[in-house]
């Protein structure tokens, strides 16, 4: 007859409770699998398929009382690795978010917005449009096993253990969101610049024949313009959509 101590219980359920916690977290805020219209049914299965297979791979997690107040810390210990693992990536398509809405305002899209379940705020057309083609890149550089082996690794360099500390660098987290602007502008700027140039000489037009209506024609030109500029330019932002990822991914072993 196979008899099951209590402690021998405790150390099953503290080997999937702790490194499950880590991966939902990260789960809940990783791109495409988060996403608001991913049954919560399906994101619990991933994680608790993953967490089964990466179990006989950590080490020895120390004995802790679930229900005392350290072992309540060291849960949400793991719960701010998880999301400060899934934040890395949500920056990047809030970077590519940043480039569609100064690209959609500048060439007078702007006021075309409706809601997004996502973010659960107002956005652009544009900002779907390129957010969609980053989620197929990201799809398409096999990103989300790659950030899946990212909180797979954390455990080594970030392991359970009984001592509540999260091992995190916030000062990394705060750099890397700098990425969000200077990467979202980098995007935008072929499209910002072409139609800046189309304003001005929209300008000059309106300077040397005043009896034009510049709202009349201001507006579908730089429509037109905007869309043939987007044409040109939307093969050439995959590239640096792919770079940007991965170096999400990769920064995400600094934390």
Not at 7 to 34: E, F, H, K, N, Y
Not at 56 to 82: C, E, H, K, R, Y
Not at 218 to 240: D, E, F, H
Request: aromatic share 6%; charged share 5%; glycine share 8%.
């Amino acid at each position: 007859m196979i008899t099951v101590s209590s402690q021998v219980l405790q150390s099953w359920v503290l080997g999937l409770l702790l490194p499950l916690t880590r991966i939902l977290a990260m789960i809940a805020l990783m791109p495409i699998i988060g996403h608001q219209s991913t049954p919560k049914r399906v994101k619990i299965a991933i994680g608790v398929f993953i967490t089964l297979i990466v179990m006989p791979t950590l080490p020895v997690i120390p004995p802790i009382d679930v229900f005392s107040w350290q072992g309540l810390l060291i849960i949400a210990n793991q719960i701010m690795i998880g999301l400060a693992i899934g934040f890395m990536m949500r920056m990047v398509f809030a970077a590519v978010d940043l480039a569609g809405q100064l690209i959609a305002s500048t060439m007078g899209l702007g006021f075309a917005t409706f809601f997004d379940p996502q973010s659960r705020g107002q956005t652009s057309v544009l900002n779907q449009l390129l957010v969609i083609l980053a989620s197929l890149v990201f799809l398409s550089i096999n990103g989300h096993l790659m950030l899946i082996s990212a909180v797979v690794d954390s455990f080594s360099n970030m392991p359970i253990t009984g001592e509540i500390k999260s091992g995190l660098h916030p000062y990394t987290i705060v750099v890397w969101g700098q990425n969000i602007f200077s990467a979202g502008l980098l995007m935008s700027l072929p499209a910002i610049t072409a139609l800046l140039i189309t304003n001005m000489a929209l300008g000059i037009l309106s300077r040397t024949a005043p009896q034009l209506n510049l709202f009349g024609i201001g507006l579908p030109v730089t429509l037109t313009m905007g869309v043939i500029i987007l044409a040109l330019t939307l093969p050439n932002m995959l590239l640096p959509m792919q770079r940007l990822i991965e170096s999400g991914i990769a920064s995400t072993s600094n934390l």
